[in-house]
């Protein structure tokens, strides 16, 4: 599942590719290496995939030929993936598809022949019985399932702020928030995975994964700064007035490259003993 695609939604995913792939855990993909049939080519379900960043990231790290089913409700954002398609160790092709579906409805019966299921930035966006649902979707395949950059509610500012605790206590109440009756999970959602996967009798490895956002970032962390606090002030209207000066602040501090933000992450390998 993701947001209905916009325009500017597909360039803020073009915008943070980079750190993303910063981010993630290499050391999971060391262990999961060897888990990986070679003697036949890797099929990978790539769950609520955006505009491709998991494939490309991944897909080079990975052995031998693979086909990437990439899974997405909006249909523009599948357009972005196929027009960027992932390569290989040593810039061999890989085969793609792309199917338009809601994937918190996808069975272990629509992930057959996977030899591994991905997703990126997914979990903290669902519930817990979407979540639940997706677990037991990967369980039955009894193959690996990686899942990357789920927020954890950990943000630090550099230098601190007085506004700044209370700005992500709003922001992570917003990631918990009720919508069209869906309660989302937000930064609970990497531990209900792993408790899920728990209950099917999977082992799971967690990684921390933070972006570290310094001067070079400095656009993306201007970008995900605006958008951090209109979630905090859309979810607690009384700190709009209050946080007008430390916007300003922040966002020139961050122009000028004075300004250095940690947002935490867990990476989740489940499926490995």
Known sequence: MTLLATEPFADWLALREQADADARADDLVDLLRPRLATDRPLVVHDLGCGTGSMARWLAPRLP???????YDRDPGL?????AHPPMAAGGGPVSLETRQTDITRLTATDLAGA???TASALLDMLTAEEIDRIVAACAGTGRPALFALSVVGR???DPADPLDVE???AFDDHQR???DGRTLLGPDAAAAAAAAFARHGVPTTVRSTPWRLGP???ALTAEWFTGWLAAAVEQRPDLAERTTGYAHRRLTAAAAGELTVTVGHD???AGME
């Open 64 to 70: 031998g030929p693979q086909h990437w089913i990439l």
């Open 78 to 82: 599948l357009d972005r993936a196929r």
């Open 115 to 117: 030899g591994l299921v």
């Open 155 to 157: 943000v630090t500012l």
């Open 167 to 169: 700005v992500a206590a």
């Open 177 to 179: 928030r009720t919508v």
């Open 216 to 218: 070079a970032q400095a």
């Open 267 to 269: 990476d989740l390998l």
